[in-house]
Nanobody, 123 residues
Framework: QVQLVESGGGLVTAGGSLKLSCAAS????????MAWFRQAPGKERLFVGR????????YYADSVKGRFTISRDSAKNTVFLQMNDLKPEDTAVYYCATSKYGGGSSPGSYDTWGQGTQVTVSS
């Protein structure tokens, strides 16, 4: 099974930027989409955005649209989440996940998860 490793989290002041990476342990043709979710303490895991692996098409949650960008490097089996104009409400653990099928915005649609990386935005 593919393993996912996120990196790039940290502490940033409001208005700043961070770029997260999610590296898959091996190439697999069974991945249809990769997504980013986030979870703040005591809250549910929320969809951030996703990318279709073959076409590169992206889809974002309204809360991050225009500020966050998902991209991929197919040669390195890596997906990125560029986060700009960060706000304190973006503070959360960010997870990447893969789906063999359609993906979507529900965590239940994804079958493999990374361990998460903490993003903290100070005001």
């Amino acid at each position: 099974q593919v393993q996912l490793v996120e990196s790039g989290g940290g502490l940033v002041t409001a208005g700043g930027s961070l770029k997260l990476s999610c590296a898959a342990s091996r190439r697999t043709f069974s991945i249809y989409a990769m997504a980013w979710f986030r979870q703040a303490p005591g809250k549910e895991r929320l969809f951030v955005g996703r990318i279709t692996w073959s076409s590169g098409m992206t889809y974002y949650a309204d809360s991050v649209k225009g500020r966050f960008t998902i991209s991929r490097d197919s040669a390195k089996n890596t997906v990125f989440l560029q986060m700009n104009d960060l706000k304190p409400e973006d503070t959360a653990v960010y997870y990447c996940a893969t789906s063999k099928y359609g993906g979507g915005s529900s965590p239940g649609s994804y079958d493999t998860w990374g361990q998460g990386t903490q993003v903290t935005v100070s005001s």
